[in-house]
């Protein structure tokens, strides 16, 4: 029997970012899904729904549940708002205080917009990632992971993540957005600092005014570059959100640059995510290393199976507009749940010995790691492209994949987001 209080005590750890509990939170949402799968942590703010049906069920309704603060609770980013007010009083920082204001306040946009908003803006976004598109981009997709290839596959290591898991999709969002010819470094630095709250109630002075310079300077450059393709339209996803019209209805500039942001943002730090844990699973495995070379077909099987067990992102949360039974528990309007994609994928009810690796698996593409109904991740099919042909690439180069001895396997600080920081690996360039 769990003690609750045991309980309370490890969320409560995740929460801050305890990278015990942030390396592997597993056993405690087994622990939760078996004794309470539906309950209320003080640390976090809100309930914690934990079981797949429960979450399916949050995720199908976005009429009872609203998507408007799906990043946590404003309870939870209460140390911004302090690091804002000390940067706001200090006159050397107080004007990027006043421009970032409006750039960050965008309004509800795509992932944090309700109907009939959001069904709006899918709409008008659809189509920069249909399928004929994402079917043109394979080979860009290969050319690149194999230049990148390129540049370690002489030494026999890498350190994977820095060299091959951030550089592959932060070049295909990159080329897919038209801006392929400027800073990737810029590009990485500016996603890197704008999802730094998601997961972390407690950031630094520092963070919060990099997020800060980061708003305004991505602000400032895509505002440009939204006007460019208004005048002169080009074959990427930048032109069709500033071009972007159904019946007369366009976007409005606050709604375009939240678009691009979320694209930029969830085209490479999810994926980059993914890419790594891939890396790592067929390191640790020389057995599935093996299958992999001899049968191709399977590698978007395993694709599948490390989105379900990774959970790139752990999983959102969404806000009561009524009072509403979840699993015969009473959710009182206003509150927040926290639906718990990385708890849901290892649902023993759902998935049989779900914390073993199953290529084979009938049930392979049940997972939400990508969220469910209306909300479904726009870049899924991009992401699931960068893994499969990474995947490829990497098996074609090197031979005798294996872990470097100097791993400490330290994830990133944010229980939100899923992603080691660093991965060394060893090989034989074939």
Known sequence: MIDAKDIETRMAALVARDQD?????????????REEPVYFSPALGAWVISSYDECLSVLHDPITWSTRMHTGPKPLNTVLG??????????????????SATVINRGPV????????????????NGAFRPGRLRALEPMV???????????????????VEEFAVGLPMTIIALTLGVADDDLGTFKRWSDDMVMPVGNQHPSLDQVRGYLESHREFSAYFTAKIAERQAQPADDVISDVANAEIDGDRLELREQLSIISQLLTAGNETTTKLITALG???????????????DRAAVPLLVE?????ESPVGGLFRMATCDVDVGGTTIPKGDHVWVLYASANRDERQFQCPAEVDIDRQDLK?????????????????ARLEATVGVNAVLDRLNNIDLAPQNEFAYEDSYLLRGLRELHLTFSAS
């Open 21 to 33: 509990q942030v390396s592997c939170p597993f056993p405690l949402f087994a622990d939760i899904r």
């Open 82 to 99: 302090v690091r804002m007010a000390e940067l706001a009083a200090d006159p050397e920082t107080a004007d990027l205080v006043a421009a």
């Open 110 to 125: 795509l992932a944090s917009a309700d109907p009939p908003v959001h069904v709006r803006q899918r709409k008008l976004v």
């Open 142 to 160: 290969r050319d690149v992971a194999h230049r990148l290839i390129d540049g370690f596959a002489p030494r026999g290591s890498v350190e994977f």
């Open 280 to 294: 790592r699973y067929l390191a640790e495995d020389p057995d599935l290393q093996a299958r992999l070379r001899s």
């Open 305 to 309: 199976e490390v989105l379900r067990l």
């Open 366 to 382: 049940d997972h939400i790691a990508f969220g469910h109904g209306q909300h479904y991740c726009l870049g899924a099919g991009l």
